[in-house]
Nanobody, 121 residues
């Protein structure tokens, strides 16, 4: 079993910054993909940013140039640096990881519990 624990959410004024962290623990051989999604009230969950183990990244158009995803492989932790925040960035942010528990196992998909980000105008 794998747990994803997020931290770093909160309330910030428009134009401000926040940094989210997500640490994975448990039965982990490798984590090919780590990423962040968000869900605003009344909307579907959407991709914010993905980071593959080889270093490739994928960002939602709405956050390009403002958000940066990074990871510390030694700590099995992924970060999301959010700058120039806008009220429309307000949402619950969820960490996601594709985790391989052992060398012969397929990757399994895990989610964190979510952390609230609120941007005031």
């Amino acid at each position: 079993q794998v747990q994803l624990v997020e931290s770093g959410g909160g309330l910030v004024q428009a134009g401000g910054s926040l940094r989210l962290s997500c640490a994975a623990s448990g039965s982990i051989f490798s984590i090919p993909v780590m990423g962040w999604y968000r869900q605003a009230p009344g909307k579907q969950r959407e991709l914010v940013a993905l980071l593959l183990s080889g270093g490739s990244t994928n960002y939602a158009d709405s956050v390009k140039g403002r958000f940066t995803i990074s990871r510390d492989n030694a700590k099995n932790t992924v970060y999301l640096q959010m700058n120039s925040l806008k009220p429309e960035d307000t949402a619950v942010y969820y960490c996601n990881a594709h985790v391989v528990a052992r060398i012969t196992a397929p990757p399994l998909n895990y989610w964190g519990q979510g952390t609230q980000v609120t941007v005031s105008s």
